[in-house]
């Protein structure tokens, strides 16, 4: 489960160009993260650049 | 918004304009369609071009040019700076959000119709060997129906990845970048800055270009494996704190840069790929308007072609990545080969090699030089660097 501060997004994209199951979706103004597709490899947080996503885990 | 066209351009940067321009003036009806309310608008760029780059297409507006670029500076991991004035061709900061604009305005004049908030939310493929661009217009679903679609819709190429075609990055080649614009500078007005060294930005490297009136665009590049340890923000507000500590920051952007190898084959039937889509990006630079603007002219030109002849299959518009392989992704991949040299040098390494290479006398300092002494360790890419850069 992957977590979006999306008020700090900025839609750049970059986390949909490294995601392997292609489920994220970001749109003109709005990030979706299709959480039943997601595979958990973390890879949209590791592109992030300025730290919008996060996953459970680091919350424990 | 017609039901019909022969080509739908998906994604309004400077690939989308060029393609739905060149396809329009090859006689084809032409839909550009942008995800965003506005054409050139959010800039993510450092909006740094070569002279004969933008020449080579149009003569460049004054309304387009934020800075005149003399020369560069690459300081190294010591501090050291390499100071390299242009000879041959003087290279510009632009103003995207100027250049991308008015780029739809040439399209649109040559007859390709432009929608902005006009987002595609999947194609299918028709018996007839057409296809439905399904997307959403100000809310509403609509249907298009054409021939050809050319996917200019950045890195995360959607329509690449619809169509099948492997778009997906490898995390090796991916740079995490950010960018500021900034006020209240006091810079050389006329030469771009890089910074290089893990202090600055591991795996990438770090750009001040200017645009005027002391303001400039700072961004920086990262390897995405260093991104995870320390993000490309921090990264950035460590060296705005440290080097201007003064400025103020107007815009944020962010992005992806895939400094991977061109797609092989950005092609699939009624399928094109333009610029960033297509990963049409200089491995070493991370730089991709004229990559993006050539190829969006081409696959343009073949679009109109594979409409007068009726095929829009796969093995007619491989003459598209004919033509690109021709101008620049043969180079492409040399210039990646370079990357990978490159990227093995250690901090140490390229200290010492500033040291060296500013005790030449300064009208021996080029940039090809600098390149050349990059990758001594393996001599026999000098040749190919050499004529990477003889532009210079």
């Known amino acids: 489960m992957i977590n979006i501060k999306e008020y700090r997004c900025d839609f750049c994209t970059a986390c949909v160009t490294v995601c392997p199951p292609d489920c994220i979706e970001v749109r003109e103004a709005s990030i979706e993260i299709d959480n039943e597709i997601c595979i958990d490899c973390d890879l949209c947080i590791y592109v992030c650049p300025i730290e919008v996503l996060s996953s459970d885990e680091k919350k424990l | ?392």
């Open chain 2, 1 to 392: 918004m017609k039901k019909n066209y022969d080509i739908v351009v998906v994604g309004g940067g400077p690939g989308g304009s060029m393609a739905a321009l060149h396809a329009s003036k090859g006689g084809a009806s032409v839909c550009l369609l942008e995800k965003t309310r506005d054409i050139g608008y959010p800039v993510r760029c450092g909006e740094a071009m070569g002279e004969h780059a933008i020449k080579q297409f149009f003569p460049p507006k004054s309304t387009w040019i934020a800075a005149d670029i003399k020369r560069s500076r690459i300081v190294a991991p010591n501090g050291v700076a390499i100071d390299i004035p242009f000879k041959k061709e003087q290279a510009y900061v632009l103003n995207r959000r100027v250049f991308d604009y008015d780029l739809s305005l040439m399209a649109s004049k040559e007859g390709a119709s432009v929608f902005t908030k006009s987002y595609v939310k999947s194609i299918q493929k028709n018996h007839d060997s057409s296809y439905d661009v399904h997307l959403d217009f100000l809310g509403e679903h609509k249907v298009i129906t054409t021939k050809i679609i050319i996917g200019a819709d950045g890195i995360e190429s959607r329509v690449g990845r619809w169509a099948g075609i492997k778009t997906q990055v490898n995390m090796r080649d991916m740079e995490s970048c950010i960018q500021y614009s900034v006020g209240n500078i006091e810079i050389d007005a006329n030469r771009i800055d890089m910074y290089v060294g893990d202090n600055w930005a591991p795996g990438g490297y770090l750009w001040v270009f200017p645009k005027g009136d002391g303001t400039a665009n700072i961004g920086l590049g990262i390897g995405a494996k260093y991104n995870k340890k320390k993000s490309a923000k921090k990264y950035l507000d460590e060296f705005i704190d440290k080097k201007y500590p003064n400025a103020t920051i107007h815009t944020t952007m962010c992005g992806g840069v895939p400094c991977s190898k061109p797609m092989s084959k950005p092609i699939s039937n009624n399928i094109m790929l333009v610029g960033d889509a297509a990963h049409f990006i200089n491995p070493i630079t991370g730089g991709g308007i004229a990559a993006a603007m050539k190829s969006g002219m081409f696959a343009g030109q073949v679009a109109s072609e594979s409409i007068i002849a009726k095929d829009y299959s796969e093995l007619f518009l491989n003459k598209y990545i004919n033509l690109c392989k021709k101008d620049f992704t043969n180079r492409h991949e040399k210039i990646y080969k370079v990357k990978e040299t490159i990227q093995k040098l250690t901090d140490e390494e390229m200290s010492q090699m500033a040291i060296k290479i500013n005790k030449l006398p300064t009208h021996k300092i080029t940039l090809s030089r600098v390149f050349a002494t990059a990758i001594m360790k393996k001599p026999s890419l000098i040749i190919d660097v050499m004529k990477m850069f003889a532009g210079f």
